[in-house]
């Protein structure tokens, strides 16, 4: 199987390193994807957020508030402002992740639509 090796930081530090099936990002321009074999690429990254399939099949969210990604050589390195990594299943903790999404997008242009985004995938 195609892999391709994702690392995604913040200020405060990594907060995943590790092989996906594929990665959607926020791009300044529209939401991209990027599969193995990606061609090299750099872009600027818009609040939104970031979907990613791990080898097993199961999906990540990370909400981010802006930043830069590179593509290349299967690598994909988002460096980004902040970040909130979403709960996989519906639980406990979907408010404090709401809250914490709210903090974060606070300062970004197109925050209503984040959040509504969010919320859909928070179920």
Do not use: W
Request: proline share 3%.
């Amino acid at each position: 199987m195609e892999s391709l090796k994702l690392e995604l930081i913040t200020p405060d530090g990594r907060i995943f390193c590790g092989d996906v099936k594929e990665v959607l990002l926020p791009g300044e321009e529209g939401e991209f994807g990027v599969l193995p074999q990606h061609a090299s690429l750099f872009t600027l990254l818009s609040g939104g957020i970031i979907e990613f399939t791990k080898l097993d099949g199961s999906i990540e969210n990370v909400v981010i508030n802006g930043g830069n990604v590179t593509v290349e050589d299967n690598r994909v390195i988002a460096l980004v402002n902040g970040a909130v990594v979403l709960p996989e299943h519906q639980n406990g903790d979907t408010a404090k992740a709401l809250e914490e999404v709210q903090k974060l997008l606070e300062k970004v242009s197109n925050n209503g639509t984040i959040l509504a985004s969010v919320q859909s995938k928070l179920g």
